[in-house]
């Protein structure tokens, strides 16, 4: 039978509970036990889809196609688990599905109430893939406390009955601030999350605690006294420099020995090898790498997660600390500032986006990555800026654009995709999920892949029109990547540049700590040559 651990969150949010699930979920796995995880957002949007980056961060796109939280990013990369739409439901699918029941007749007469089909429908998601695991992680998104979190904690709390207490374990992380004027820290909020989760129904068996500082003997006595967690079962999250070290700080404290007490399994020795080797590489550089990531969203830390994980594994398997420098595409990009703002990186990533804010700003960089032999990488949008800064700088096709920004373009180089045509709905209704690609011989793209099939993932509208494929090779682009039947281009490349790519799909959601993404190694490898032919030697 299946064990089930739920991690809540208490105190307040941006705790960093989808890293501490993720982390939960590497050390089980890395027992040997079959692990997946699942994130429960409360808010009534049926995915993030449709959200701002500026709201919820980056939206993380899954193989099967759905767009979900970016905390699932966090577990792919943690457990190397590639996940499906089981693993992320919002209160909005939750609704939907139980009003469109209604309208279907299933409840057969009945009042329809928030308990039980709204709690009986969480259940139902919750336990959908038990069937295919050892152990299943679900982590409900907000904070106790918080009025549109109550039907999930009251269907994990339900769950308990039903499954009973040897395969349920509740998880509760809280933070221990530190008060600077009094020279403390201060138990207070975490007492109080765990009554407001007791008045409920949900007594937590484990605590994991943030804090700035250390805790002493007084602390862990004082939490695990006034939470009624026993004492060793109070765990010191201790803030630390990179998110990859905390499944070492929670190893340390013994957690999976935990986890494994209360479910009555057997506590394996962990296989951390290769994720230590990654730690290792990671904070023994050798030299460091400056990486330009242009987009409209870089005033929010996590609109562009995935892509910055990425450049991280990326570097750290290169033994190089990654610097980045954030560049607001809105800025008005005359030569002058590019030149000051990109003079002294070695490499630039235009990576995905929406609307025309920015885009002006974006060709312009491409441009300037084109001109001035700097490794460039393109990701979706990125991809399509650099196609359209070809048209037009290169081909002499004035105001080449995408429909999406200039719907009269003369000409559109980058147009709406033919499936996408009569769609009329935003929600989920981009191209999304995986799709295979075909990769041309002699191409870096299948130098850095080193096969000729690859797999990846989409989430866009637009598309290279074909129409222009034939002037913009004979100009010298290179196009080395296509759908299977040949007729949607998904890779571009330039022979006369160091390295030049754009990609139609986003390979930074399949990046991992210790399987660095090959089109980021090989990008993180370029603008380390380029580093190291600029700096001027001491
Ligand atoms: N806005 C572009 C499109 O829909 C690019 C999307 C993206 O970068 N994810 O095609």
Known sequence: MAKYIFVVGGVLSSLGKGIATASIGLLLKSM???????????????DPGTMSPFQHGEIFVTDDGAETDLDLGHYERFTDVSLTRHS???????????????????????????????TDE???????????????????GGTVGDIESLPFLEAVRQLRLDLGYKNTLY???????YIKSAGELKTKPSQHSAYKLREIGIQPEILLCRSEKPFGKEIYDKIALFTNVPRENVINAIDVKSVYECPITFKNANLH????????????PLNLRSWNKFLTNSQDCVDKVTIAICGKYVRHQDAYKSVEEALVHSAAWHRLKLQIKWIDSEQNFKFALLNRSLQ??????????????????????????????????????????????FARHICHLK????????????????????????VEMVGGTMRLGAYSCKLKRGTLARKAYG?????ERHRHRYEFNNAYREKLESKGLTFSGFSPDGLLVEIIELPAHPFYIGVQFHPEFKSRPNKPHPLFREFISAAYQYHQSHSTPV
Not at 399 to 422: C, G
């Open 171 to 177: 998880i509760m992380l809280t933070y221990v601030p």
């Open 399 to 422: 105001d080449a654009n995408s429909t999406e920004f200039d719907p009269k373009t003369p000409h559109p180089v980058i147009h709406l995709m033919e499936e996408q045509q009569y």
């Open 451 to 455: 096969k000729v099939l690859i797999s």
């Open 122 to 140: 969480i259940k139902h998601r919750i336990r959908a893939l038990e069937a295919d695991y050892d152990i299943i992680i679900t982590e409900i």
């Open 257 to 268: 020995k935990l986890i494994c007490q209360h479910f009555e399994i057997e506590c394996r």
């Open 32 to 46: 040997g036990y079959k692990v997946v995880l699942q994130k429960f957002d409360p808010y009534l949007n049926v």
């Open 344 to 389: 002294d990186v070695d490499g630039i990533l235009i990576p995905g986006g929406f609307g025309v804010r920015g885009i002006e700003g974006k060709i312009a960089i491409a441009e300037y990555a084109r001109t001035h032999k700097i490794p460039y990488f393109g990701i979706c949008l990125g991809m399509q800026v650099a196609v359209i800064e």
């Open 88 to 118: 992320s439901s919002s209160a909005g699918q939750v609704y939907e599905t139980v009003i469109q029941n209604e309208r279907r007749g299933v409840y057969q007469g009945k009042t329809v109430q928030v308990i039980p089909h709204i």
